[in-house]
């Protein structure tokens, strides 16, 4: 309200002004001849003005002349329009462009026929999978990857793979894939971290979904290797037991072969006759001499060797050592035997020969554990026992021959003995084939003295034509 004024108005003044007119009423607050409210106080707070008589005020109008309706959309899934969009449009030429307006005077009905996108299903689909929670991951991100790998090569869901394991079916289960499930069992680390997400399982990723799936197995381990060993079993075996067999024999014929060793003497004399003036007596010779035999060769016919020779000797004057090396067996054999390998193998046989009797004893009613245990126990003890021969007899012909057995496998050792064999039966050949030949016949040439060519060439006369320069002859210098 308009305050009071200061002095009330006398009655002679109104009296004197009584032409002027009366001044127009106040008008309402809010209308637009309102007067604008008063200065405030330096100092004071400024409240906000009173909001207009009618309510809240109307938004104001759009950028570009628009209209605040609500906008038309398609009734159906379209593709997108993959433009670059303007959000300020001041002083641009889109300022005063009215879209809205536009889209009411189109019909879109053909248009959305055309331009329906045939995605609309996996739109829908993707809209839902982003609208899950992310999948919780565990393991390591190479292990868990080759995981998913192995278990899409197996190629079973978790119940058939879960029955299979229980059951011992080895016609589902090749022994190659449970070899392979052997190298993703849950470690304790793993083990941990799917117990405390076990609340939520359908979160878990494949990998760790298929690990807590196989941790339900009980004794999921021992059933896998179960698996794997009875797989693998023949296999093992048969390729252990010649292995074994070989070297046994191998050595063996070694240090009972009087053949052979009566070839060690003749060795050991050609080679002290060869180095009597430059070597002392030697009383043996290591492995490594067997190949300087076919390394010295003699000086006037580089195609003989010292092995050469000696395979000459034998068959001349030892007729009875000539084929010593049919008492020598296994010799081939043995050179392809490692006995950190095969010593593996068989130590892996008799582990899980243990862990096939504890299955049985955990599993009566198992009658696949059952049948393997009754008849692969005693094949088994066989070759363990043979086995343990093996390291002592192999021993003893390492020492033998000044050879560490610790630090020699099989296939180096008894390689030596094989290629000298060989290389032995290659120079008798060759000495048969060089005596068969026939004799190339030397011709001799003689120098003779200038005596003995003028008496026996005195009665050749040799005319020579005369020389081109000189204009003689042989004849004319010789008679003057």
Request: charged share 25%.
């Amino acid at each position: 309200p308009v305050p009071p004024p200061s002095a009330p108005v006398t009655e002679p003044e109104l009296t004197t002004n009584a032409n002027i007119p009366a001044p127009p009423p106040m008008p309402e607050a809010g209308s637009p001849m309102a007067p604008p409210p008063p200065p405030p106080l330096p100092g004071k707070f400024i409240p906000p003005p009173p909001p207009p008589m009618g309510g809240i005020p109307s938004p104001p109008p759009t950028m570009g002349g628009g209209s605040s309706t609500t906008r038309i959309a398609p009734s159906v899934p379209l593709p997108m329009l993959n433009w670059l969009p303007l959000r300020k449009v001041t002083n641009t030429i889109f300022e005063d462009i009215d879209d809205e307006r536009v889209m009411t005077e189109i019909n879109f009905t053909d248009f959305d026929v055309v331009f329906k996108s045939k995605q609309a299903k996996e739109l829908n689909l993707k809209l839902v999978v982003s609208k899950k929670k992310e999948k919780v991951s565990l393991i390591d991100r190479n292990r868990a990857r080759n995981l998913v790998i192995t278990c899409r090569r197996i190629g079973m869901d978790y119940d058939f793979l879960k029955n299979t394991i229980i059951t011992t079916d080895l016609t589902e289960l090749a022994p190659e894939h449970a070899e392979l499930l052997l190298n993703y069992i849950p470690t304790d680390e793993e083990k941990t971290a799917l117990d405390k997400h076990s609340h939520h399982k359908e979160r878990l990723d494949d990998a760790e979904r298929f690990m807590w799936e196989m941790l339900k197995v009980d004794r999921y381990e021992n059933r896998v290797r179960m698996l794997a060993y009875i797989g693998y079993f023949d296999e093992i075996l048969l390729s252990a037991k010649p292995q074994v067999e070989a070297v046994i024999a191998a050595s063996e014929s070694l240090m009972n072969s009087a053949q052979f060793k009566k070839v060690l003497e003749i060795i050991l004399a050609f080679g002290n006759y060869m180095n009597a003036h430059k070597r002392g007596v030697a009383y043996g010779f290591k492995l490594e001499s067997f190949e300087r035999l076919l390394d010295t060769r003699a000086p006037s016919d580089r195609r003989i060797t010292v092995l050469h020779w000696i395979a000459k000797v034998i068959s001349e004057q030892y007729p009875q050592c000539e084929s010593f090396f049919e008492t020598l067996y296994g010799l081939h054999e043995a050179s392809r035997v490692s006995l950190v390998t095969l010593e593996t193998d068989v130590e892996g046989l008799r582990k899980g020969m243990i862990g096939t009797m504890y299955e049985r004893e955990k599993q009566p009613t198992n009658y696949v554990i059952y049948d393997f245990h009754q008849s692969a126990e005693k094949k088994v003890t066989k070759l363990v026992e043979r086995f343990g021969e093996l390291k002592k007899i192999y021993s003893k012909v390492c020492i033998m021959f000044n050879e560490n057995p610790a630090r020699t496998e099989p296939f180096e050792f008894f390689s030596v003995f094989d290629k000298f064999v060989s290389s032995y039966k290659k120079c008798v050949l060759e000495n048969i084939k060089r005596d068969e030949s026939p004799q190339e016949t030397k011709k001799l040439v003689k120098v003779l003295t200038k005596d003995e060519f003028a008496q026996k060439f005195s009665d050749l006369k040799v005319e020579l034509p005369p020389h081109p320069l000189l204009g003689t002859t042989s004849k004319s210098v010789g008679s003057k």
